[in-house]
């Protein structure tokens, strides 16, 4: 499938996403007319078809793999998988694990995804847990456009053996190098305190993994307040850390921007102010804007698969199936494999 | 010592914080004036004299606790603490834990003062691990100027039992009630999502105990943006996960400040617009700032223990000082007592 002729194929669930499937459908239309990349829309073909005939697209590019249903945000992850095993994302999930394209992108329920790839997509062999990886800008950015931190695991996991904090290292590495063309990204382990005693068996062995490793390059413990400010461009922690730190960022620009609409609405004087710097709050919303950057990589599986924020419109899912597809050409689960088989290597029989 | 018409007295240690001993001195002074505490300062006699002779107090509400020497902000807390057992963190504590004093302030090193706290300070039965809250406002303050968010523990422990974080609620629940004045606290527990299930063991183990605990207000799992929104008057979670929480927001917090130091050099309109916002922003700094609320306690000792900020003036010292005089005199430690008590009833011998 991944020959150096052949185009890279990306399946996408029309289906997923609160603007589904009309969003996905206009993304890859999009796409179909910039790129070389093969589109297979996993969806509703009626629907499809519809959508697709009312905008411009190269129609060779892109081909449509029926499915029946789809699983809904708010759905219970688990239990809709169960019961409807020919939803678009179950059906692209089969598919994808078949090897029948090269990476996959769904803007639909995390939780769904997640689930849906350890169930139907080969893991890496040495990875027993996948990773999902929050990306976000930093101020580092601002000498490399394409330069974003990466902080995982936000949720794919709860607790992780050292062990598995070494393979989200070498997942972020993959990455952000072939991604944000970072030729040795820094690595954080995040922590409590920077001192390599800190936080814990786990934390502590981690540690001692992470300085082994010559390959990565390990700049020791990092801490919260770390992460927003950029200090290391991959930092690995466990699932249930990563989610929380992920969404107590999002929590404070919520709460930064209640202040802004109740500052505008209590005095002229801040009302002026504020719309003085809206031209520099609107290059700050430029800055961090999701769909500039395509999504979370959910890493660990045979292939990439990238999971496009639940609000994206077509220029997010559109970012998104570029990102996939360029994780796919450029070898970044082979990479890791890599990666996992050497340390596999060098810690069965040690020299 | 607590007897209903005798003061309430407080240590405090004189030589702890970037601004010892001046500051500390300086609120010993002021509250000497202000209020009926009692004030024990413990340090270098000769330097608390100098200082105090230099500032109006009520000499008889003060008394000096000679100690030699200090922890400085940046020594690691264990070895100083072996090191140096005459520092007046250390001469401070042990008098604590004889039950010369109702309570506890210093400004010094936060891992040394948890560490000196368990070496000195008898725990209150059933405690087995003390938590470190922080104090934060909410929007909810518009309505009670006491009223303020508590995030517990964030570094005194690293992972926890479900038993602790139950342990945690108690405390979070008798300081709220006392201290912020709101009569039945909400309580949440910190996790990756809203569902009892969700979060490894650890935490469903400790939804149930919190949900089987009819004295406590328990709203279920919140997640990391429920804190800086304050969906919970007392959120629970281990140490580590508060850590990384806590200085997340502060980092947050300091990028934004970069922000602003950079927007208001990068335009003469952003600059306008700021100066517009100032008072504001003046106000928005007023409401978060660290010295109204008097500092973070570390709980589940037998007498309560403030931490102040480490770049605390007299007056985030002097509102330490109260707090923790408040804290002793309505009976926080009592409080938590008393629920360690019941449930160990309740569970030793369930009917």
């Known amino acids: 499938m991944t020959n150096v002729t052949a185009p890279i194929r990306v399946l996408v669930d029309a289906m997923g996403g609160d603007n589904a499937p009309l969003e996905p459908i206009r993304a890859a239309a999009e796409v ?3 790129t070389q990349i093969h589109i297979v829309l996993c969806g509703d073909p009626a629907a499809i078809s519809r959508e697709l005939a009312a905008v411009e697209h190269v129609a060779a590019r892109i081909e449509v793999l029926p499915a029946t249903g789809f699983i809904g945000m708010h759905e219970k992850p688990r239990e809709a998988i169960a019961a409807k095993p020919d939803a678009s994302l179950c059906v692209a999930m089969r598919a994808l694990g078949d090897g029948k394209a090269d990476a996959l992108v769904s803007a639909g329920s995390t939780g769904a995804l997640v689930l849906a790839s350890s169930q139907w997509v080969p893991r890496i062999e040495g990875v027993e847990r996948a990773a999902l990886a929050a990306v976000y800008p930093t101020q580092q950015r601002a000498n490399n456009r394409d330069r974003f931190a990466l902080l995982l695991d936000v949720g794919a996991t709860v607790h992780c053996r050292p062990k598995d904090l070494l393979l989200f290292a070498y997942m972020g590495h ?3 190098s072939r991604i944000s063309k970072v030729e040795r990204p820094t690595i954080g382990l995040l922590n409590m305190g920077t001192e390599a005693t800190k936080g814990g068996e786990t934390l502590v062995a981690a540690h001692q ?6 390959r990565l390059n390990f700049i020791g413990n990092v801490e919260g307040n770390d992460i927003p400010l950029g200090k290391a461009d991959v930092i690995v922690c466990e699932g249930l850390l990563g989610n929380v730190a992920l969404k107590m960022a999002e929590g404070t620009g919520e709460l930064f921007r209640n202040l802004g609409t109740w500052a505008f609405k209590q005095s002229l004087m801040w ?3 504020l719309l003085l710097l809206s031209s520099g709050l609107r290059r ?5 804007d999701y769909s500039e950057y395509g999504g979370a990589p959910l890493l660990g599986f045979t292939r990439p698969i990238i999971k496009a924020h639940g609000r994206s419109g077509a220029r997010a899912i559109g970012n998104a199936i ?6 796919a050409r450029d070898g970044v689960c082979t990479d890791i494999a890599d990666c996992a088989r050497e340390f596999e290597k060098r810690t069965a029989a040690p020299s």
Chains 1, 2 share one sequence.
């Not at 993994?209 to 010559?214: A, G, H, I």
């Not at 700050?284 to 961090?288: I, P």
């Open 209 to 214: 993994l992470l300085l082994d490793e010559p």
């Open 174 to 176: 993959a990455y952000a």
């Open 32 to 34: 179909s007319k910039s």
């Open 322 to 327: 570029k990102v996939a597809a360029k994780a």
């Open 271 to 273: 009302k002026l102010g």
């Open 284 to 288: 700050l919303k430029d800055l961090t």
